[in-house]
Nanobody, 128 residues
């Protein structure tokens, strides 16, 4: 079982950048496909970005349309951490951001149903 802890959220202004981190413990992160999701008040949790596990050094990524061109997902298996770099933030990006992991060695995590392990979330608030 893997435990996930997000950090890096905060209050920023529109146009600012923020980098979220998701630190894993309990098991090696390298075996998990990972995803970032977010949930705004009154809305369902939605997919933001995903990165697959790999036995080598090539990783495939996916982004929601709302994140393409502005967000970048990456992972550092040596640090057991996944990142979400967010640029050009907009007020509509305001949400609690969660990282999630699959059960291990799976395909990319692009749906809530793909996630087996969740972090507790970190709040991102973008003011206009």
């Amino acid at each position: 079982q893997v435990q996930l802890v997000e950090s890096g959220g905060g209050l920023v202004q529109a146009g600012d950048s923020l980098t979220l981190s998701c630190a894993a413990s309990g098991r090696a992160l390298r075996m998990y496909s990972m995803g970032w999701f977010r949930q705004a008040p009154g809305k369902e949790r939605e997919f933001v970005a995903a990165i697959n596990w790999s036995s080598g050094s090539v990783y495939y990524v996916d982004y929601a349309d709302s994140a393409k061109g502005r967000f970048t997902i990456s992972r550092d298996n040596a640090k057991n951490t996944v990142y979400l770099q967010m640029n050009s933030l907009k007020p509509e990006d305001t949400a609690v951001y969660y990282c999630g992991a699959d059960s291990g060695y799976g395909h990319r995590v692009t749906m809530v149903e793909d996630v087996v392990y969740w972090g507790q979330g970190t709040q991102v608030t973008v003011s206009s």
